[in-house]
């Protein structure tokens, strides 16, 4: 059993992403379907190629602070505010399963480092897919397809995205 996709975006997301002054309803898709292809929305969290409910993995985590949000110390800030106080010194990576506003501000990280031009319209999930396909997956083995498949199996049993 993962999470409730609605309460996923309400309650995780969308906050998360308000907090650092980047929502969108399609960065919100984005990751929803990003969570959704990664871990069916946390049914599993540890994997080969990552971990948490982005499933991204320890190299990954350390290139978005090192070639991101070094640049950016308020910004860098922002985002290590979400983090815990003891767990994050002790095991960084950890926050990744135990956290989710930083797990979710790390992968939006992600995007914002390879500077994705997340599509504008937040229903078109065939380009949310090539987004993440092109600057998100780290599995060989995947499509865009599988992105797809993922989010379309959310929208049975999630409402229509809705608006802040």
């Not at 049914?43 to 409910?53: A, K, N, R, S």
């Not at 308020?74 to 002790?90: I, K, P």
């Not at 500077?115 to 997956?137: K, S």
């Amino acid at each position: 059993m993962g999470i409730n996709p609605l309460d996923f975006r309400k309650l995780i997301i969308r906050p998360t992403l308000q907090k650092l002054g980047k929502w969108t309803l399609s960065l919100e898709n984005l990751l929803l379907g990003s969570a959704a292809q990664a871990s069916q929305l946390g049914i599993q969290l540890q994997f080969e190629f990552g971990i948490g409910v982005y499933r991204i993995n320890r190299e990954l985590h350390q290139k978005v602070w090192d070639e991101y949000f070094a640049f950016d110390p308020d910004l860098a800030s922002m985002v290590r505010g979400f983090a815990s106080q003891r767990e994050f010194l002790s095991d960084p990576d950890m926050e990744l399963t135990m956290n989710l506003a930083y797990a979710t501000a790390i992968a939006w990280g992600v995007y914002a480092r390879s500077r994705a031009q997340i599509p504008e319209d937040a229903d078109n999930i065939e380009a949310l897919a090539n987004c993440w396909f092109q600057h998100f997956c780290c599995d060989s083995r995947l499509s865009p397809q599988h992105f797809i498949d993922s989010y379309r199996q959310l929208q049975l049993t999630d409402e229509k995205p809705i608006a802040a």
